[in-house]
Nanobody, 126 residues
Framework: QVQLVESGGGLVQAGESLRLSCAAS????????MGWFRQPPGKEREFVAA????????YYADSVKGRHTISRDNAKNTVYLQMNSLKPEDTAGYYC???????????????????WGQGTQVTVSS
């Protein structure tokens, strides 16, 4: 089995920062990419950011570009999401995911991932 454990969520005020972490463990033989998705209250899950494990190419949703930064630690099988200048509309459950099998194209869709974490809540007050 593969386990993904997210941490770092919480309640902050608009303009503040949070850093999310996601550590992958278990029977994980390959990682091609890791990503962050979020699901705001009453809305569908949406892509936030992703990073390729080899080479480190990054991808961002327009809504977070310039404010959030995704990074990785290959040795620890861990991905991070540094979230700055948080806005109330960033309020959501945040989920990390692992792409463990090679798929073509940008890893910006949930269907391109194989394993998911349980999520961590981020709440931004105005």
């Amino acid at each position: 089995q593969v386990q993904l454990v997210e941490s770092g969520g919480g309640l902050v005020q608009a303009g503040e920062s949070l850093r999310l972490s996601c550590a992958a463990s278990g029977r994980l033989f390959s990682i091609y990419a890791m990503g962050w998705f979020r699901q705001p209250p009453g809305k569908e899950r949406e892509f936030v950011a992703a990073i390729r494990w080899s080479g480190g190419s990054t991808y961002y949703a327009d809504s977070v570009k310039g404010r959030h930064t995704i990074s990785r630690d290959n040795a620890k099988n861990t991905v991070y999401l540094q979230m700055n200048s948080l806005k109330p509309e960033d309020t959501a459950g945040y989920y990390c995911a692992v792409q463990a099998s090679l798929r073509p194209g940008v890893p910006d869709r949930g269907g391109k991932y194989d394993y998911w974490g349980q999520g961590t809540q981020v709440t931004v007050s105005s």
